[in-house]
């Protein structure tokens, strides 16, 4: 019986060894030869496109901008259990089991030369991984019960040297992970240029903040959110390298005439700089998937005024490098507000994951529909002819940002000392603009905050309203009103299908 078992498990570690090879291995190749081609990222931006509005919503709620990391993570993990399986498959049905490893590369490999980046050699990785992770598999279970005669082997030297063989694959595969990494930061060319590049100077500055839009609370958002704070949520797995020399945009579709402007053309365009709030469509209420940042680009209507659109057109479908496509109503990129075509974010060449080298930024919609980070091509035409990546999955077509506000301070479970504090927070909802922040303690009378003077209407707003705090605990409730003069509804509803509704609470304990 334990012989039984330890088989068992030696057939199990097979698996796993052949997996980890196989891997290492494949992510090396992508790394070589199809960096977009990674064989855990086809696979995870496979599942990403496969899973439905509510496991998204899950995930971003329970990970938040870690919800790529976890998925990975978890990936990983259903893999090796496939893996070991294939393992005890193929040690009692030969070659199944290596079958089974081969087809988990060809569907990444089918998944990889899908993709609408997929380069000539898109294949390569996920087929490295498949025939060696098939190949090992079959060598390593013959090792842990090769049969001599009709009997398998017994004793401790098959054990040692199944152990030495196990362990140098998975060694291989680790190692050959570490070398994809290394590889991709030697080769990181894109990084480099875009260190290197030196944005012209606007020809068009935003005015200055206006005295005390920054309100002096700790705690508080910052106004302005600085890069390596600003929320990511977007669809790549890995991040798109674009070098800027081989980028172009093409506007196409229900136009006079198609129009291309390359990277040299677009910085030679007189750039204008605008303070726009950001938000995600699958921000909860209260929720961190909000920032405001200093961008710098080209007025998206004014490329589309060299198009010409047509006079039914009424959509423009955004597409990624990687496939992603958004859509924006047309009327949102030519009635004058600051729509842009990207490439700075607050003083420096947009970050890789924020879309480098150009992405497009609208006031008033969720990202989800104008947001599109490493953008190649607008196509003019019809919300009843085209589709986006998230209205196909259930999504609103159109997206405009809800009215929202957002308690910042007293953060939920803080103990406050009592007698004077303070509430404050953000209001926000671009392109109509905030008029007015009310506060509830308990169940009392709203009162009205103080409001900071805004940026725009398209950046949100900080708050405050002073507060004498008794002992015990209390709930805090906001709610906005809008310069058209809506107030917040407190109505719950979730981010699917076009935004989350509800007033934000904290509670608070006094003492």
């Given amino acids: 019986m334990d012989d039984q078992h330890g088989s068992r498990t030696r057939a199990a570690a097979a698996g796993v060894a052949a997996a980890v090879s196989g891997a290492g291995l494949g992510e090396l190749a992508a790394a070589l030869f199809a960096s977009a081609s990674s064989p855990f990222g086809t696979i995870g931006g496979a599942l990403i496109d496969l899973a439905p509005p509510a496991v998204k919503d899950a995930a971003i709620a329970l990970f938040g901008t870690a919800d790529k990391a976890a998925l990975l993570v978890l990936i990983a993990v259903v893999l090796l259990a496939i893996a070991a ?97 290394l590889s991709r930061a030697g080769a990181a060319a894109v990084t480099v240029v875009r260190d ?89 209420v209260g929720g961190d998937l909000i920032g405001t940042a200093l961008w710098l680009g080209y007025p998206t209507r004014e490329l589309l005024a060299r198009a010409a659109p047509a006079a039914d057109a009424d959509m423009v ?28 974010m607050n003083g420096e060449p947009l970050p890789p994951e924020h879309g480098f080298p150009v992405r497009m930024v609208v006031p008033g919609l969720y990202g989800y529909v104008s947001a599109t980070k490493w953008v190649v091509e607008l196509e003019v035409t019809r919300f009843d002819a085209q589709t986006a990546y998230w209205t196909t999955r259930g999504w609103s077509e ?54 900071a003077p805004a940026i725009s209407d398209d950046t949100w707003v900080q708050w405050s309203l002073p507060w004498t705090a008794e002992p015990g605990q209390h709930v805090i409730r906001c709610r906005a009103i809008g310069a058209d003069g809506e107030t917040q509804t407190p109505d719950q509803a979730p981010p699917a299908p076009d935004g989350a509704t509800g007033w934000h609470e904290r509670t608070v304990t006094v003492g």
């Fill in 85 to 181: 399986g294939a393992g005890l498959l193929e040690a009692r049905r030969p070659p199944l089991g290596a079958v089974l490893a081969a087809a988990l590369g060809g569907v990444g490999l089918a998944t990889a030369v899908t993709r609408a980046d997929a380069t000539a050699m898109a294949w390569l990785p996920s087929a490295v991984a498949g025939v060696t992770a098939a190949w090992v598999l079959r060598a390593l279970v013959r090792i842990a019960g090769r049969p001599r005669g009709h009997e398998p082997v017994q004793g401790g030297i098959d054990r040692r040297r199944f152990l030495v063989w196990a362990g140098g694959a998975t060694a291989l595969g680790l190692l050959a992970a570490a070398g994809a990494q």
């Fill in 196 to 284: 290197a590049l030196r944005l012209p100077a606007p020809a068009s500055a935003a005015p200055a903040i206006p005295a005390g839009a920054a309100l002096d609370v700790p705690g508080i958002a910052p106004l302005i959110t600085p890069n390596d704070e600003f929320y990511r949520i977007d669809t790549a797995l890995v991040v798109p390298q674009v070098d800027p020399a081989d980028w172009s945009l093409r506007i196409h579709g229900l136009v006079e005439r198609e129009v291309t402007l390359t990277w040299d053309e677009l910085l030679a365009l007189p750039l204008e700089e605008s303070r726009t709030t950001l938000a995600c469509v699958s921000n909860e």
């Fill in 317 to 344: 479908l955004s597409r990624s490098t990687d496939g992603f496509t958004a859509s924006t109503p047309l009327e949102a990129l030519t009635d004058g507000r600051d729509a842009l075509l990207a490439v700075g």
């Fill in 398 to 451: 159109r997206g405009p940002i809800k009215l929202q506000s957002r308690i910042d301070v007293p953060r939920r479970g803080d103990r406050v000392e009592a007698g004077d504090a303070v509430v404050a927070g953000v209001a926000w909802q671009q392109h109509v603009g905030v008029d007015g922040v009310e506060v509830q303690i308990d169940d009392g009378a709203w009162r009205s905050a103080d409001l």
